[in-house]
């Protein structure tokens, strides 16, 4: 099965979707969760795990197909290929991961700021807080 096709199939059969949720119910979620606090002055404050690096542009995997070839420079340190092959095996992955997740967060935003041009994302996550973090980095659906 395609992709697309399996995380739509996910979407429906899932028990427990929560689909754009209001900000304020995903604030209470995330501390719910335990993946936040409530700071003395009201704001969210949330914390790295020790073991975590950050993001590093080393860590930056492109598929390499034919019809990308000629378009990635292969011989920067910052671009990784991988074939599709892997790339097919972790999305498997992440597949069946998310199928066994107990609940879900779903936000739909776009990228860009012009409505002409935005591009529509779709977040699905089962942490709150990402849901929350999508939520306040990339814009409302246009009307």
Do not use: C
Request: hydrophobic letters at 35%; zero cysteines.
């Amino acid at each position: 099965m395609r992709f697309m096709d399996e995380l739509s199939q996910i979407l429906k059969q899932h028990p427990h979707i929560l689909e754009n949720l209001p900000r304020k119910e995903m604030i209470r979620r995330a501390v719910e969760n335990k993946e936040a606090v409530v700071s003395a002055n009201g704001a969210l404050d949330t914390w790295t795990p020790v073991e975590s690096t950050g993001r590093s542009p080393k860590d930056t995997l492109i598929v390499k197909r034919p019809e990308n070839e000629d378009q990635i420079d292969w011989d920067s340190p910052n671009n990784i290929p991988v074939d599709p092959e892997t790339f097919d095996m972790v999305i498997e992955d992440a597949l069946k991961t998310l199928k066994n997740k107990e609940k879900l967060y779903v936000t739909d935003r776009v990228l860009g700021a012009d409505s002409t041009y935005a591009l529509p994302t779709k977040t699905i996550t089962d942490q709150a807080l990402t849901a929350l973090f999508t939520d306040n980095m990339f814009r409302p659906v246009p009307d």
